[in-house]
């Protein structure tokens, strides 16, 4: 305790009942520690984790140190019947072609009618040929409920449905229907800012795929918490094996077998994330300290389109199998990263020392960097006192004293005192805390208005990743200072904005219809890209600005792109040296002669055994990503690099 007060505290985090052990033991064992409601104050803690949603005063009273694991208002693409009702809406909007990702849904029993027209008329247009529909109730998960048919007679329900058009030619391995867990982080909703997390699950349903029992849960649906009481779910099935997941990696070395253009579904599939996250961007109230981990539920059909089934609030986080324990453990260690804990440990720190020591409760001045909790800015319902608290402030939009530094009366919550004397400034603890820490995200202000948020609140600090497995890369430099969100944070892969245009079109009030604009560009060139003319004339373009507008469609599922990395291939010049992240570092200024042969040793050693046909298999299904990064380079063949050299191996050196 007495370390907590004087010295290095460290960093608290809150769970809520049921929220997922994973993620105490990971924050544990990064050293974090549980908060203890008996032994902590009310706001001394850093992150509340909760599986449900925060209360509304859970958000107005956040304090600048603390994080909470949701935005408010997901359930806006969360609950199926908000999610169909918002495609449907978009689908006016922009054109039913860019939104067609979403199967067609009615909710009823409202829409009966309208589902029943379309019913029907499939009925007579597809002359004998079935259609298939899914019931699903619109607020329960797991696949609790959930029922197919193919007459309308077998539609029975007694609580609000959605009826959805059922994807009935999905893609099969070995006869097995599956779908793609794809783990997407909403960092804010202004500006957007999403991730996707390279790591993900694919979930296999455990009964071979048959549209003659429509009622076979185990042949229809993927849940695990239904397919785990399959029959044949611990028998080796083959080709899936044991069990009814694999990770994301194991899929990809799939694909990759299957000369499937992996890239271009990646990319389909971070459209469908983001074109379905710009649907809740006008709904969501701005909210910095906060930040959202979904699932989302893609299945892709037997000609490799992906379809979008659903959005979970809360995906599963227990560690049922080892694909598990791989894949949340990193996702939620990535997580905690993306919120860049470094130096609001030592503010909460400051904040509860002044507070024990019985001194004045001191606050930021605000400004950008800090969100104060809207309880400051506006009073408290039944607080008479408040402007009489604020010491020199008339308005409570004003919280100012006259000494510069921003004050503020105690939080309602806390036992503070909340003596007046000798405050001191906030400078003074910033200084304290090392100028390391005080770099401040600059977030647009202006954003605030917007959102019903007061206008003098203020943003968090710059979440400043200190465990990046490979620094924050702009874009560009004019993008470098204006706070553009690193690329990538762990296995997290940074989605949106995408390109500059969009960067500027997530700003203030997002403007929905450019960014749409942008990804429709987007799909348009990266179709084209994958047209093999076009893309030799990319690739061999000496013109980089012909490059660096492509340079979004070569981020794969692995990496995105990295600056000042030559290209990997010019017309028939395949680049060979560097060829892996250390050989690049190497070479740089003054070349490193003797890592360089070093690595051209391991390789050749590598080269050798991951020939032996055994040795490559047992390695491309490897589930570590570690070891599948050492060999990427020995994929390279005669003729093509894989695309993903594009942007793999080498992660920038700056
Ligand atoms: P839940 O929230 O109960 O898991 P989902 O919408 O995710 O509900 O559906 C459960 C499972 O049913 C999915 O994982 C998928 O296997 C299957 N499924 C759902 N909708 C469709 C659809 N439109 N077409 C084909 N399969 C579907």
Known sequence: MAERECGFAPLLFRLHGGAPQVV??????????EYDEEEQEEGDWNLYWRSSGFRKSDYENILPWQRLNHHPKMSQITRKDCLARHMRRMKIAF???LYDFSPAAFILPNEYTKFLGVYTRNRTTDRGKSRYWICKPVDLSRGRGIFLFEDIKDLVYDS????????SNPLLISGYKFDLRIYVCVKSFSPLVIYMHQEGLVRFATEKYTLASLDSLYSHLTNTSINKFGMCYAMDKERVGRGCKWTMSRFRSFLHKQDVNELLLWHRISNIVTLTL?????????????????????????SYKPWLLEVNHSPALSLDCPADVTVKKGLI?????????RMVDRFRQKGYCRKRSGSRYL?????QGFLLPKTLHAPPSGNKNWNQSVSGSSSSQDTRNNTGYATCPDHPNSKSTGHEKNPKKFEEINDEVGSDDLKLTIFNSTRQSHRNTPSTACKLPSLRVHKLKSPAVPWNRVTQDRGVPPCRV???ILTFPFNEATWKASQDQADVKAIVNEVHKLTNRLASSFNEKERTKMESSQSTGIRDKFEPLLWGPKDPPLRGVPPCRVGDFILTFPFNEATWKASQDQADVKAIVNEVHKLTNRLASSFNEKERTKMESSQSTGIRDKFEPLLWGPKDPPQQMLLLKFRSQQ
């Open 333 to 341: 260690s990535d997580i905690i990263d993306l919120m860049n804990y």
């Open 95 to 97: 054109g039913t072609a």
């Open 490 to 492: 762990g296995d997290f």
């Open 24 to 33: 105490r033991e990971v924050l544990l064992e990064r050293g974090w520690e």
């Open 160 to 167: 609000s449905v959605i009826v959805q058009r059922y994807i």
């Open 363 to 367: 606050w930021p001045k605000i400004s």
């Open 278 to 302: 710009l649907t809740a961007v006008p709904c969501v109230p701005s909210s910095p300290n906060c930040l959202e981990l979904l699932g989302f539920d893609i299945l892709i059909d037997a």
